[in-house]
Each structure stands twice: as C-alpha cells, then as structure tokens.
C-alpha cells in the first residue's frame, strides 16, 4: 500500500463538514488524526461521534502540533483565508468547503497562499461531485450548445433554521462580517461558480438583495437574492432564496446557446439541439476520481496535477468576484465594472 495521508480538520461549523469527515473515514489511504476549533460542543462531537483521537482549542495549536498532509477546512467564510495561508506555510495541501471566501481579497489570498507554497487548493462545492453537473460541464465545453449565451441556477430552500442547520452553522451564515451576505453569499454563490467555469470573468455585474422571510436573526442581512452577470455575448443569472418551501419546478441549471441547450431537471439530462427533438436521459455514472472531493484532491497530489473545474481555486476566485460585484451593486444600486477596482 502507498502513502497514507494525515488529514486534520480546520474548525467545523460549516455543516457539510460531518459528510466530509464520513468520506475522509471510508478512504483506505487516509487517516484522520486530529481536529481544532474553539467550539467544545463541536470537538466533543467529532471525538465521540467519528473517534477523532486528538482535539485542539484552536486549527492554529492543531497545526502547530501535528504532522498533517491535508487540511479540511470548514469555518465561517471569513476563516478560510487564515487557515489556507497558515497550511500553505507548513506545505500542507487545503480542500475548503464552499464558498472561496466572505470577500474578493480573502479569495485572493487563499489562492496566491497555494501558488506561492506550491500547494494544492480545492474548494468544494458540493454539485461537483453530481454525475448531472459533470454531464452538464463536458457538453457545454465540448461544445454540444454552441457559444454560451445565458446560465442560470437557482439555489434555494426555506431558511437556516428552518432545515435545521446546527446553531454554529446558523450564526455564520447570518452574520455578514463572518458569511459575507446572507443568502446571496451562500447560494448566489452556485450560479456565479457556474458561470465563472463555463462563461469565465463577466464585464459587470447587477445585485439585488432583500429580507422577505419570518426569521429575525436574518434581518442583519438577506435572505434572498439576484446577480446578473453581463458577458461580452451572454447573461448569467446567480439566483438565491432563503424563503423557498418547495423543490424546484423547472430546469435547474440551465444553459442556453446558439446552438441548444442543456439544464437538469429532476436528476435527468434535458439536452435540446436545434432541430431536433428534446431528449432526456440519466448522466453517466461518477467514476474515479471525481466521486468525491477528498479522492480528487489526493489523486492530483499523487500524480503532481492541478485541482482543474469547478473546485480549482482560480473558478473559485471568479466566482468570489461575480459575488463581490453583486454585493456591491446591491448596495449601492449601481452596475459593478469587471475588474474591480
């Protein structure tokens, strides 16, 4: 058997890390050693609950104290900037949950941390890992629709609380100095990832942003929200809601271009070519090494690759920026020129 890599885990108040700590655990090639945040509650669960064997008050005293390969970040958005560059500093690969950052800067920084330290960066956005999205992804750039000319993804559910996220993960996303925004950060951020991978950085960008639900703690922010980015030859459309009570009704996401289009509906591929008949069928299944974000990132540090698509940390930076611009122009209620200043 080859290397076995030592992973730790960077703070966990970002719920999508317990299904990333699962993952870790059923790698044969992986051991999870140690953990650090100063929750109590949360390294009390990771101990008892995943046998994590050693726990720290801080991801600082963990990287400090133990010889790791991999760090699995998963605080508020504003903690991934410090987490990337205290790795990168030690040579120790990052795969951070999404989004990149709370801000354009802190993307920044994550991103030139790796390429200085000469280390791997993945930022993990869950739909990567969907057999649909990968569908979705290979036809566009193969070019089955033609040149782009409008993406659209609506993420959506009824609130935080309502689902029934873990208060840590509550108090993150509905404090804007931790999550950035509201909603517009935590799910603008799908569509502006899927326009930054297929469309690239747009020219500008239009926000809007309100409070529309029951919840109070929402009110120091949003829980809905619209970015619009213009292209040279296309719109993207980054829609998010905190408000929604229902699965969605129509294709999702959706592509559009000169010649076809393709979007996802109900788990199935809808691939529509102009002239021809709608069709609808099952993605392909997932195959190694892109079932999962950990097995994708240890394949690329094995065989000397960058972390390439969705979760390759320049899309992830472009995507900070639509969301950036977006925030911006919901604020000010003027259109964001591309690049920022």
Same mark, same amino acid.
């Given at each position: 058997?080859?290397?076995?890599?030592?992973?730790?885990?960077?703070?966990?108040?970002?719920?999508?890390?317990?299904?990333?700590?699962?993952?870790?655990?059923?790698?044969?090639?992986?051991?999870?050693?140690?953990?650090?945040?100063?929750?109590?509650?949360?390294?009390?669960?990771?101990?008892?609950?995943?046998?994590?064997?050693?726990?720290?008050?801080?991801?600082?005293?963990?990287?400090?104290?133990?010889?790791?390969?991999?760090?699995?970040?998963?605080?508020?958005?504003?903690?991934?900037?410090?987490?990337?560059?205290?790795?990168?500093?030690?040579?120790?690969?990052?795969?951070?949950?999404?989004?990149?950052?709370?801000?354009?800067?802190?993307?920044?920084?994550?991103?030139?941390?790796?390429?200085?330290?000469?280390?791997?960066?993945?930022?993990?956005?869950?739909?990567?890992?969907?057999?649909?999205?990968?569908?979705?992804?290979?036809?566009?750039?193969?070019?089955?629709?033609?040149?782009?000319?409008?993406?659209?993804?609506?993420?959506?559910?009824?609130?935080?609380?309502? $689902?029934?996220?873990?208060? &840590?993960?509550?108090?993150?996303?509905?404090?804007? @100095? /931790?999550?950035? !925004? =509201?909603?517009?950060?935590?799910?603008?951020?799908?569509?502006?990832?899927?326009?930054?991978?297929?469309?690239?950085?747009?020219?500008?960008?239009?926000?809007?942003?309100?409070?529309?639900?029951?919840?109070?703690?929402?009110?120091?922010?949003?829980?809905?929200?619209?970015?619009?980015?213009?292209?040279?030859?296309?719109?993207?459309?980054?829609?998010?809601?905190?408000?929604?009570?229902?699965?969605?009704?129509?294709?999702?996401?959706?592509?559009?271009?000169?010649?076809?289009?393709?979007?996802?509906?109900?788990?199935?591929?809808?691939?529509?070519?102009?002239?021809?008949?709608?069709?609808?069928?099952?993605?392909?299944?997932?195959?190694?090494?892109?079932?999962?974000?950990?097995?994708?990132?240890?394949?690329?540090?094995?065989?000397?690759?960058? $972390?390439?698509?969705?979760? &390759?940390?320049?899309?992830?930076?472009?995507?900070? @920026? /639509?969301?950036? !611009? =977006?925030?911006?122009?919901?604020?000010?209620?003027?259109?964001?020129?591309?690049?920022?200043?």
């Amino acid at each position: 058997m080859g290397k076995k890599y030592r992973v730790g885990i960077a703070c966990m108040s970002h719920d999508h890390v317990w299904g990333e700590i699962g993952t870790w655990q059923k790698m044969e090639n992986v051991e999870l050693v140690a953990a650090g945040d100063d929750e109590p509650e949360l390294l009390e669960r990771i101990k008892k609950e995943y046998g994590v064997p050693r726990v720290y008050n801080s991801y600082q005293e963990m990287l400090e104290k133990e010889e790791l390969d991999i760090v699995q970040a998963a605080g508020g958005n504003s903690e991934g900037p410090g987490i990337v560059e205290a790795a990168a500093a030690k040579g120790i690969h990052v795969i951070s949950e999404k989004p990149m950052a709370s801000t354009l800067a802190g993307a920044g920084r994550m991103k030139a941390a790796a390429e200085i330290a000469g280390t791997l960066l993945l930022i993990n956005w869950p739909s990567a890992w969907h057999a649909e999205w990968q569908e979705l992804e290979r036809r566009v750039l193969a070019g089955d629709v033609g040149e782009v000319r409008f993406t659209r993804y609506r993420s959506a559910h009824n609130g935080p609380v309502a $689902i029934g996220c873990h208060p &840590s993960f509550i108090r993150d996303l509905t404090t804007p @100095e /931790i999550n950035g !925004a =509201g909603a517009l950060m935590d799910y603008c951020c799908y569509g502006a990832k899927l326009a930054a991978r297929l469309l690239g950085r747009p020219l500008s960008a239009t926000g809007q942003r309100g409070y529309f639900g029951t919840e109070p703690k929402y009110a120091a922010s949003d829980d809905n929200a619209i970015i619009t980015a213009k292209y040279a030859h296309a719109f993207a459309s980054c829609e998010a809601s905190w408000t929604q009570p229902v699965e969605y009704l129509e294709t999702n996401p959706l592509v559009y271009g000169s010649e076809g289009a393709i979007g996802i509906y109900h788990g199935k591929i809808q691939y529509h070519k102009a002239g021809s008949e709608l069709v609808s069928y099952d993605a392909p299944p997932l195959e190694y090494p892109f079932r999962n974000g950990p097995e994708y990132l240890i394949h690329c540090i094995e065989n000397k690759l960058p $972390i390439e698509g969705f979760c &390759s940390p320049q899309v992830g930076r472009d995507a900070q @920026e /639509i969301l950036e !611009a =977006g925030l911006r122009s919901a604020n000010t209620g003027l259109t964001q020129k591309i690049p920022l200043e």
